[in-house]
């Protein structure tokens, strides 16, 4: 989001939408069908989790670095326990309150 528009991900449709807030209204829009022929079966995030245990595999057996980082899954589980507790406690909580 920013000041020129929006990307909106729907799921589970598979559709990807541009554009700015109201232009729904005139058919001001982009909308974007994605498919990815490497998902068998979409499971779990829609087939997400498929992909990054594939680029995971890949990884190991090719001797690369992952895509994500151990601190990338560090910062996802606390972006989590911060939103959980935002709701909890109906207030903003920063990111250094729970990372210490």
Known sequence: MGDRGKVE???PRG??????????????LEHHEV???RIRYAGF???AS????LDFLGAI??????AVTLEDGLWSVAMGVAAHRSIDEGRVVAMDEVLG
């Open 45 to 47: 995030h829609h087939g």
């Open 50 to 53: 498929y992909l990054e245990h």
């Open 9 to 11: 991900a729907l799921l």
């Open 15 to 28: 559709t990807v939408r541009i554009g700015r807030r109201g232009e729904h209204r005139t058919g001001g």
């Open 61 to 66: 057996r090719e001797g690369r670095a992952p």
């Open 35 to 37: 498919e990815d022929d």
